[in-house]
């Protein structure tokens, strides 16, 4: 594999960036975690913490045998990926698939502070793929903080006496970070329309809102609305509505005395068979069967 790497460090210490962390697990225990059940799904074979990482740079013409996942928290960087350059600031997060040629570096200007790690694994194509139909290879995170909390506990796991235990614990957290970065990178921002519009509907659940209306009282068209809404949860405004409304309504089945009549007119139903078909199409079942179940 051809690599290059630069690295200056003004201070002038030769072994990484001042409170650096680093781990790289030892191949032939990679090998052999490779072959072991869980492990061979998804395995952290190195990872870190780069804090204002002035001069750092890589360059791999013919890729890395690892995916690679860098999310910067500050400063500033490029990640190039054949012919397309990804800007990298606080809250990006890019992901390299294995064998793609690249070059990272971070800025000369405002050096980016990150935390990294390389995953190998049978499973890793999905999980680092265009899971629920996130474009890749770059996202943007909605909160940071709960990502960089995994990538600190993964540092931590592979800190200690590397054994089949620490690489197990590892890849339980890499797996939650990949399905996270995944999730959270569509997750409407806090004030955002979008967000707005979600939280007006969960407010109003008793009731049944025109999208026209709603798409007017966050600014936006009914078109655009309806298109971020598909993208973050998977269907329209209405679907939505009529989930929260499914779960406001498994809630007072489940907790209240209510009748079906009156459970299906707090979220907004004037006719109790309309809301029981509704009910049986969500959950397979009439409200009356649902509420017989035992649960927990």
């Not at 298109?227 to 939505?240: D, L």
Request: hydrophobic share 40%.
């Amino acid at each position: 594999m051809d690599e290059t790497v630069i690295r200056p460090e003004p201070s002038g210490r030769p072994d990484g960036f001042r409170n650096q962390r680093l781990c790289v697990v030892p191949r032939p225990q990679v090998e052999a975690a490779l072959s072991r059940a869980v492990t061979r799904r998804l395995l952290v074979t190195d990872a870190g913490y780069f804090p204002t990482a002035s001069g750092h740079r890589r360059v791999r013409a013919r890729g890395a045998t690892e995916t690679i996942v860098i999310l910067c928290v500050a400063g500033s960087g490029t990640v190039r990926l054949g012919d397309e350059e990804h800007p990298m600031t606080p809250g990006a997060c890019v992901t390299i698939p294995a064998g793609v040629p690249h070059d990272y570096r971070a800025s000369l200007d405002d050096p980016w502070t990150i935390w990294w790690m390389h995953v190998r694994g049978t499973d890793v194509p999905e999980l680092t793929g265009p899971l629920l139909g996130i474009p890749r290879p770059l996202t943007r995170l909605r909160a940071v903080d709960g990502a960089v909390a995994l990538f600190d506990e993964l540092v931590g796991h592979l800190e200690r006496r590397v054994s089949p235990a620490q690489l197990l614990a590892a890849s339980g957290v890499a797996w939650h970070l990949l399905t996270r970065l995944a999730a959270d990178s569509i997750l409407p921002a806090e004030g955002s329309p979008l967000e707005r519009a979600m939280r007006f509907l969960e407010t109003r659940v008793d009731s049944n809102i025109p999208v026209a209306e709603l798409a007017g009282m966050v600014g936006l068209s009914s078109s655009h609305l309806s298109a971020m809404f598909r993208r973050a949860t998977g269907g329209g405004p209405g679907a939505f509505h009529t989930a929260v409304k499914m779960a406001r309504a498994r809630t007072l089945l489940d907790t209240t005395s209510s009748t079906v009549t009156e459970v299906a007119a707090a979220v907004g139903y004037s006719d109790p068979l309309y809301f029981s078909r509704h009910f049986r199409r969500v959950h397979g079942m009439n409200p009356t069967t649902y509420r017989a179940q035992h649960k927990g």
